[in-house]
């Protein structure tokens, strides 16, 4: 197996850029690497071999044109198939997408195309981003290469599997409660959600319109900012969309320096309910900080305990409507159409046929949520607490830069062992949440190995809405110190997968 | 707070278009009810002087210029479709005039 | 299923109606209300879509600035209130022509608020005003268009199955809804068609839609109670859809009058219900009950941000807007010394514009109007076009009307210099030059011609001579021929009496 799969994206970048080393054959190896491992991680839901190697050689040939290069191009990467792909088809997880081959591209994808980054295929996801696990997915779920008997998180655990087993060294995923963070955490991978608005949505499948947000995922912060740099910005396509210049998330992430710094510990998101090993590996990055020379100080933000609640009232709700345009008439697969039947009839028939459970479970929930008669004790009371979460988070930082706090309660968990217990699902992102429902940014980092378990540990970091920077240059300052503990990345101590 | 039945769980099916089958109703119904008792703790909070928050970033009047874009061609719209004639998306028959 | 109805006055002299109309008018805009597609009508079908308005997934609404600026300007010029901040909501229901299955309206926060507008009527105490409430005006979108295939001949009921064209879906709308209107009595129908005419005109002159109620451009719903008087409660409304002409406004009242009437007077309910109007049989078939599917689990729509006018650009728009329609037709009226009448045939006319624009450039209002509703309409129908795309300009009229009062160019003259332009031949006196038209000012080719006249009818002079002036006219008539119309037919007339010797 080619040693260009272990390599960073930045140095990937460099060696195509000089012309060392060809897109193409970095395509290859990589191609090779899902070739030889997908069979077990089941990261991927699609392979574009073609579209990879043919986009890898368009930036061979401005290589040999001499032609200004953009910071990633070459560089291979894993689009989490929630994002529409012209003439690839997306299909969210879904069964009833299955097929579908969008005539449009998100506007990411058209930033990572216009990049170079060479997009070697769609990873695999819950169902709608409905997950955290990534068991919910119509096509069967991913693998965690730590353990191929665990869950490599969720919703985005095919983008998280496929950077963690070397099958690229970028993904890209959303994250409307945890779907970046919570994967990055359970894999020993960097993820990142952006400040809302940050980056835009148009093109992504919406799950919560008022949450989602895509990010970059990676092997380390400084690839995980170049990627950032390359996704981020305004879109006139997507009203939310913030108009303003994007942080210097590079530039943070090389600075790396932390002191004088005041760094939060959020009271509410650890302790009682998180593994030993979470956080005995939390204390252990918290006497870090404080030795790289900032100042760390307990903050309590008590509307937290709400905010799970109030996300499962918020998230079925919107995701109620959301869904509601797949129903088998416009794209898609229709169901028990044998001309007899009504179009109600055939539209009812479709959806039951093409949505999972957990999927019906939270449109149904929603639907209740924002029926006559309950929308004020449900959606609308939701919407207050998510009031009093940002009320919470702006005190926080009056008097710290980041907050910080373990990104999941556990390491992964066993494939199978939470699928039937939804609300033990749901408590997955109970510290990812708060971030999403307040819009702000947040950065899962790995910090070591549960002792108990061998399995990565991640660290949550959040900063204030459009300090996106803050998190690269915190992340950063950690990360170095913890290579030169480790000697080398967290990633090197996972097993060697079979195939390879 | 909750309490939610067979029936409620038919009649949302019925507004969300989901054709569960009855004799799946009872297991979503005992589903939701949990899921619901969880969530009942939005009420904890005090809630009384407190705005709800419908967007996260804090921005107002986000036009577009009224300015023709880029259409898809009807080869392109109709490219997903099911079923198709005439250049048309065609659907079964519709019970009702809305 | 025809239901039984209560003669009209009957009906009216035992109960109380309260009428309620919303309407839908599409914006003229060029691009759609959250996409960039064209607004085009009669475009092949699915041509106009993209991934916005066909509801791909993934695809984000973006707001259209202009169809927010005619919200507030409608709103405006029906007196409302602007909204210091509101937002679109999400109207969920499942339907076939609506991409989403979610409309994207506004729901509790409409854009403009309690407005009224005030309507004249003829009454047997002659004309009177009524004042409607209007109680919101809000942004929405328009649906695609079902076309029904198979069954009976495109109605819905029986159809195999359904063809749905998307180019309609996203069109701007804004639903107009009024308060109940109450104490119309029996002018219910009057006042329905009243409001919906003046409501016309006032978006036309806004110039915010071209309100072809045939296009569908602007669409009208009926909603109708009765109760046995006006100190009663409300009684159950109907609901009345697809009301598309200004007749049928009218006609649906008087018929859902004499509908609720008749099931009141047997002792039965009126149901809630949704009912469809048809034009062609000028009765309403019921559509569906209300029930509790519909439930709409209106929400904040989360994709698009809260608009909150300045209160400068609502100003702005305020101080920009036309003067409205029925205070101008007034001032006109005054002005121009009209009967409501004469009025009433210039506004059918659609000439009203036209006049003005001649009036102000000078043309007497008299003249301009003659001109307007006579001989240009007259041409304008013949040939099958609009008014406004006759090539006559306020400059033709005016020239023209000096030419007349200097007594060079008669009524019949100055009709083939306007056929001239018309024809693209220059401006009015490159025509008269080239057309040599000319009123003849010599008495000596008309003294001629009158001897010709009277020597090829000898027994005309003797009958004029006798008292019967009357017949001048077949000799004047024959002296305008004679001289190709060129001649002024008063002075030919003065000359014929004097060369006989009477006097008129
Ligand atoms: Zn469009």
Redesign the interface.
Known sequence: MSDLIRKDASELAGLVSSGEVSAVEVAQAHLDRIAAVDGEVHAFLHVDTEGALVSAAAVDAKVKAGDKLSVLAGVPLGLKDI??TNGLP?T?GSRI?DG?I???D?TVVTKLREAGVVILGKTNMDEFAMGSSTEHSAFGPTHNPWDLERIPGGSGGGSSACVSSFEAPLAIGTDTGGSIRQPAAVTGSVGVKPTYGGVS??????L???LDQAGPCARNVLDTALLHSVIAGHD?????SINAPVPDVVAAAKRADIKGMKVGIVKELGGEGYQAGVRSRFEESVALIESLGAEVVEVSCPSFPAALAAYYLILP??A??NL????G???GNRVGDD?SKS??QV?SETRAAGFGSEVIRRIILG?YA???GY?DAY?GQAQKVRTLIKQDFDAAFAKVDVLISPTAPTTAFKIGEKLDDPLAMYLNDVATIPVNMAGLPGMSLPIGLAPEDNLPVGLQIIAPAMADDRLYNVGAAIERELLAKWGGPILGMAPELAGA | MSGISQEDVA?LA??A?IDIPADQLGHYAKQLDAILNAVAEVSSLDTANVAAM??P?P????????????????EQ??S?APAV??????????L??? | MVEATMNYDEAISKFDPVLGLEVHVELG???KMF????TVFGA????????VC???????????????ESAIRIGLALNCEIAE?C?FA?K?Y????M????QTSQYDEPIAFEGYLDVEIDTDEGRKTFRVPIERAHMEED?GK????GGATGR?HG????????NRAGIPLIEIVTKPITGTGKYAPEVAKAYVAALRDILRGLGVSDVKMEQGSLRCDVNLSLRETPESKLGTRSETKNVNSLRSVERAVRYEVSRHAARLAAGDTVVQETR?WHEDTGISTS??AKS??E?Y????E????????SREWVEELRAALPENPAVRRARLVADWGLSEIDMNTVVNSGALDLIVEAVDAGVDPAAARKWWTGELSRIANDRGIELEELPVTPAHLKRLEELISAGSLNDKLARQALEGVIVGEGDIDEIVKARGLAVVSDDGPLLAAIDEALAADPAVAETIKSGKLAAAGSVVGAVMKATRGQADAARVRELLFEKLGVSE
């Open positions: 994002l529409a997306t969210c997408l579908w969008p005539p449009y998100a949505r148009y093109g992504i499948v919406a919560a319109s008022s006139p396509m997507d009203a939310t709700s919107e109620s409507s509601a345009k797949f129903d008439i416009r794209f001309g179009v109600e539209m639907t924002l029926s006559a929308y959606y | 009649h019925r507004l278009h419908s967007h970033v921005m107002t009047n986000v036009f577009r210029e009224d300015i023709p874009g880029v259409s898809l061609t009807a719209a109709l997903g004639e005439d250049e048309r998306f065609r659907v079964p028959r519709i009702d005039e809305e | 805009t060029n691009t996409c960039g597609c064209s092949p079908p699915n041509t106009q879509v993209c991934p066909l509801g791909l997934p993934g695809a984000l609404p973006a707001l259209n600035k202009i169809g927010v901040w937002r999400r969920n499942f339907y076939p022509d991409p989403k299955n979610f649906t079902n076309s029904h295939v819905i159809a195999d199955y359904s063809l749905v064209d998307y469809h559509g569906r509790d599917a439930d689990r209106y929400f904040p989360p994709d698009l941000l809260p608009i909150a006018p």
